[in-house]
């Protein structure tokens, strides 16, 4: 047993050894690491902690603060909702700001770094505590700050960047988007001028949302054009703001007539905004979204892409049918003519059913058919055709549907500035397509599995 205690003591040694690095040596490194950590932070919060915000520059200070529970909101010098991303941006610079140098405490002076005059003053408020820092001229190196800390009144060479802390005004921290909702939970949009009204209504599908018109007729709307419609709603922001005062009074006068009207149905409840161009010359334009809010100065664009006529949101693929629907699709030009029948597995030609055919090139083509879209309107209303050609086309597709009844026709006529004359099943009138088409069918022989291989 005597020729093991020399282990058992050198045991119990590293073991002490152990405990002492555990309790006290690692302690005191995690001590110190926290320490320069924090000596390095310009604040001692964390950003959950912060739950109010005074932003003093040369036009004026804005005060935000944050309830529990809240989105930000500004309180001075008006009540208003805030723009969150445009505080979190504010915050998340002050919280992960660092401090590169300690320049000197207590200065003698501070004209030198430009903190006589500060240009913008940030008090941050964390429940009881508080913090003020000045902000100065920029350092030696690009996006560096100095800034006066008044807890220990330091000057310190930070790595905040200018962009961050300068020209921040009340309208940097307002929110500014007119309206807010979510484009996935929008249920009808409701478009209104002065001489008419569109009315477009969303239907749940897989994969995507589609969209119909309700008013002024019923009819498949065009879900591009439609989802370009909401993104600018949602995107739609104001330059200035204008709230109630002298320029406000004599300003509201001239908006008695809107260009157009804009109802947002998402989530159970209406969105609207108003939009005018008193005076198109001025390059000026104005929105509301409430009779006795403050007025917004926009973009002069917005009316020109919010002021959509029908036939843009219509959903212009001529043919009028989609190719699930399709039972057999004839095929004519001046050199060909065959009818595709679709079944279970696929297509085949209805003269030649037991021939195998090239799928991908029957798709191809019958995407091409199916989703033509007319490019530019000629007449609202069939008139006379011939003058367009279309009396005898060059190509004319016929769809049929699984009842057995055309549910779908496409005819091509006579070229014109290098769009081709069309008429089609989904939009009475005469439009006009790309000519892509007619040297994208694929002859009979090139449809064939055994046929050569036919253009892209």
Known sequence: MARFWPTALLAGVLAGLGLYLYFVELPEQRTELVTATQAKQILPFEQAQISGLRVWSHSGEVVLSQPPGRPWGITAPIQTDADQRQVQALLRALVTGKVSRVVETHPVSLTPFGLDHPSTVVTVIAGDREDTLSIGDAGPLSSTLYVLRASDEAVL????????????????????????????ETEQLRLTYPTTEIVLYGIEEKPKKKWKIRYPIEAEADRTEVQALLFR?????????????????????????????????????????????????????YAQTAQDGPIYKVSPSVIKELTKDLFALQDKRLLGV???????????????????????????????????????????????????????????QAGPLAPYGLVAPVAEFVATGKNGRVAGRLALGNQSGGLLYAIGHRIPGVFQVRPDLLTQIPSRLALLASGPATPP
């Open 233 to 285: 709603l949602e995107d739609l922001k104001a330059l200035a703001i204008v709230d109630p005062g002298p320029e406000r009074e004599k300003l509201a006068p001239l908006l008695t007539k809107p260009k157009v009207k804009v109802t947002v149905h998402a989530a159970g409840t209406d969105q609207v905004v108003r939009l005018f161009q008193p005076d198109p010359a001025s390059g000026e334009a």
């Open 322 to 380: 989609d190719t699930g629907d399709i039972a057999l699709l004839s095929i004519k030009t001046r050199d060909e003519q065959y009818t595709l029948v679709h079944d279970r597995d696929g297509w085949m030609l209805e003269d030649q059913p037991t021939e195998k055919l090239r799928q991908d090139v029957a798709d191809l083509l019958v995407s091409r058919i199916v989703n033509l879209p007319a490019e530019e309107r000629v007449l609202k």
């Open 157 to 184: 060479l930070t790595d905040l960047a200018p962009k961050d802390f300068l020209n921040r005004t009340l309208l940097s921290f307002r929110r500014k988007e007119l309206l807010q909702f979510n484009q996935q």
